[in-house]
């Protein structure tokens, strides 16, 4: 995968992360929250529920993404957690940069 990709797919999961925080926001559920999944493929729209707390956990590390099963990239980011409802990726050092630059809690 090449530069330009690299940098295209960090863009697309900063813009669903982005997107998500408007969610959380305004979501005033204590169950499940459905999110945008936060992969990196162009047009992806499943939706993704976690809890706040599942939620927040993520967002404790903004090299962290939650996304359905299936939808990592392994040339941009690795798995670290596997869940029943969703799975949590974390970028790889070479493409962190675009993703610590785009965190919205930064």
């Known amino acids: 995968m090449d530069d330009r990709l690299r940098e295209r797919?960090?863009?697309?999961?900063?813009?669903?992360?982005?997107v998500n925080e408007g969610i959380d926001r305004t979501s005033r559920s204590d169950g499940l929250i459905g999110f945008l999944c936060e992969c990196g493929r162009l047009g992806c729209n499943v939706v993704v529920e976690l809890t706040s707390a599942e939620y927040e956990a993520v967002r404790a590390n903004p090299r962290r993404f939650f996304l359905v099963d299936g939808h990592e990239i392994p040339e941009t980011e690795d798995v670290v957690e596997r869940h029943e409802r969703f799975t949590?990726?974390?970028?790889?050092?070479?493409?962190?940069p675009v993703a610590e630059r785009t965190d919205p809690r930064s």
């Open 9 to 18: 797919v960090g863009l697309n999961e900063a813009a669903y992360r982005n």
């Open 88 to 96: 949590v990726v974390e970028k790889h050092s070479d493409v962190a």
